[in-house]
């Protein structure tokens, strides 16, 4: 009687096993699928907005400041020479006298452009 029931112990616990691997295999499955269909979706949002997507530009960000950082380490690295180069935009200054100030606080002014 007992090997009739170590027999059917082992076909309960092989069938159990094969579900959950079973089960196992489809939530995996299904993992990937929803993660495809994301990446998919926001690809789909980046053409369609013509921006970047936000992980690519963290990627990049982080890959420029670890050149800037780690000269000559990434493969195609050229060193450049700091020089005095500096990029702004010009704007026109005015030579317009500042108000004079106020005697005490005046808590209810108006800004006056």
């Known amino acids: ?21 079973v089960a196992a295999l489809v939530f995996v499955l299904s993992l990937l699928l929803a993660s495809l269909v994301v990446v998919l979706g926001l690809s789909l949002w980046a053409l369609v907005t013509g921006r970047k997507p936000a992980p690519a530009v963290v990627f990049s960000r982080f890959r420029q400041t670890s050149q800037r950082y780690t000269q000559g380490v990434w493969p195609g690295a050229v060193r450049r020479p700091m020089g005095d180069v500096v990029d702004v935009e010009a704007t026109d ?13 005046d808590h209810m002014a108006r800004v006056v452009r």
């Open 93 to 105: 200054v005015t030579d317009k006298p500042a108000p004079a100030p106020r005697s005490g606080p």
């Open 1 to 21: 009687m007992n090997a009739l029931f170590d027999f059917f112990g082992r076909v309960l616990r092989a069938v159990l096993r094969l579900v959950l691997a």
